[in-house]
């Protein structure tokens, strides 16, 4: 399974050191981590398979204090986070920035890795399915590259320690899978405590973990359960 590892912004340049030790030493039983640190840390990933948790949404040139994704092309990153919620409910984002930051994702040559998800209310009213296919349509019109991952990242779970019941990630996987044909993550509070209820989810590809992904005790324990 892919288990991508969203460090938000976290770590200063002593504890990243400290964890990519550490990090280089676990069994990833023959799961397909990738690293998204703070992008100042991008550098640092080399020897890794890792992406950037931003792009952004202008090309390269004036625009102090941006960084271009043809500049973390150029260090070999090879994935990019795209539209994820905190960028959107935090730092004022919209879908149309978003779109701006896939494209210029996709022309660099870095594999999106999508969010999409519902607010509590909306997955509340039923109306999740239609609020994702309405987003991910929005974002993925004149999209020509087949190339891309979609995370569903229920808004409300993110960081809360709360996930939807797994009935309802199913429809939305399962929905995602038939729609658009590609991988699929599921990410939220994905925890020690709930994996193994979540990974009887049937078409999934993998997880993307944020609180997870800087403790690699539990990292690591959360690996040997997927297994
Ligand atoms: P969480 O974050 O695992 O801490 O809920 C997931 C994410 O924001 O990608």
């Not at 994820?84 to 730092?91: A, C, G, N, V, W």
Request: aromatic share 8%.
């Amino acid at each position: 399974m892919i288990v991508a590892l969203n460090h938000k912004s976290n770590l200063t340049l002593e504890e990243i050191t400290k964890y990519l030790n550490e990090y280089r030493k676990i069994d990833f039983q023959n799961h397909e981590l990738i690293i998204l640190p703070t992008a100042i840390y991008l550098p640092l990933m080399k020897d890794l398979t890792f992406g950037s948790q931003d792009v952004s949404c202008k090309e390269q040139g004036a625009y102090t204090g941006e960084v271009s994704a043809k500049s973390i092309a150029s260090l070999k990153a090879s994935y990019t986070l795209i539209n994820h919620s905190e960028r959107l409910t935090k730092l004022g984002e919209d879908l149309s920035i978003s779109k701006q930051k896939l494209k210029n994702a996709i022309e660099n040559n870095l594999t999106p890795i999508i969010c999409i998800g519902d607010t509590e209310i909306e997955h509340e009213e039923g109306i999740y399915l239609t609020k994702i296919k309405a987003d991910l349509n929005y974002l993925l019109k004149d999209l020509t590259s087949p190339n891309f991952i979609i995370a569903y990242e229920p808004i409300f779970a993110i960081g809360t320690g709360k996930i939807p019941n797994v009935q309802d990630i199913q429809k939305v996987i399962t929905m995602l899978k038939e729609t658009y044909k590609v991988k699929v993550l599921y990410g939220g509070s994905a925890n020690l405590a709930n994996i193994d209820t979540l990974k009887t989810i049937e078409g999934l590809d993998g997880f993307l973990l944020g609180s997870l992904s800087l403790d690699l005790k539990s990292l690591n324990l959360f690996l040997q359960k997927l297994s």
